[in-house]
């Protein structure tokens, strides 16, 4: 069946450490893919998304790497601060119906101080 | 991006009542919303496509009569929980798009909690 599904639950990093979140989706016919932020008891932040004509974009200390072949997708954030503790989703449309976003699981990013 | 507004932001009921929650797209016209359903440490979990004009389509095993939705205007939907539950305590969120195949812009959520 279709579905995104994330590999770890929870990433404790330490502040100033680099961040890597991944997400493996298993419908090929994908082709965007968007990373979203969820702060405690607020809606998803939209952060980066990536089409798949690209393997890599980069935004503002966040990299998303798409590797098609494998169905991988990953977060990486640099230099990871207080600020990024949240959930992180990894989402993509299915456009086989009506295109409804597809979420994944979600990661819990704690950064220690 | 867009600027959606949800309310309330948060909200309980007692078991049996109904509670309505609004989603305003306060930038953009927008003839499809989305409404989300996201229990404690889960996904976000669709529960129904909101057409402006037209009747709402629900996922699979969302109850059509329990949550009605409805979507007079290009710039507000609402999502109705008749006869609450404790079960259906939730956190309830809605999301528009710009365009298909655009990023989703997220209301603030609503907490519902039903005693």
């Given amino acids: 069946g279709e579905s995104v599904g994330l590999h770890l639950p929870t990433l404790s990093v330490q502040e100033g450490d680099n961040s890597i979140i991944n997400c493996a989706y298993s419908n090929s016919a994908s082709d965007y893919f968007i990373w979203y932020k969820q702060e405690s008891g607020k809606g998803p932040q939209f952060i980066i998304d990536i089409r798949s004509n690209m393997d890599k974009r980069q935004g503002q200390r966040v990299t998303v790497l798409l590797n098609k072949t494998v169905k991988h997708l990953s977060l990486q954030i640099a230099a990871t601060q207080p600020g990024d503790s949240a959930v992180y989703f990894c989402a993509y449309f299915d456009y086989s119906n009506t295109g409804k976003l597809i979420f994944g699981q979600g990661t819990t990013l704690q950064v220690k101080p | ?115």
């Fill in chain 2, 1 to 115: 991006g867009a600027v959606v507004s949800q309310h309330p932001s948060r909200v309980i009921c007692k078991s049996g009542t109904s509670v309505k929650i609004e989603c305003r797209s306060l930038d953009f016209q927008a003839t499809t919303m989305f409404w989300y359903r996201q229990f404690p440490k889960q996904s976000l979990m669709l529960m129904a496509t909101s057409n402006e004009g037209s009747k709402a389509t629900y996922e699979q095993g969302v109850e059509k009569d329990k949550f009605l939705i409805n979507h007079a205007s290009l710039t507000l939907s609402t999502l109705t929980v008749t006869s609450a539950h404790p079960e259906d305590s939730s956190f309830y969120i809605c999301s528009v798009h710009k365009m298909m195949n655009t990023e989703a812009f997220f209301g603030q959520g609503t907490r519902l909690t039903v005693v």
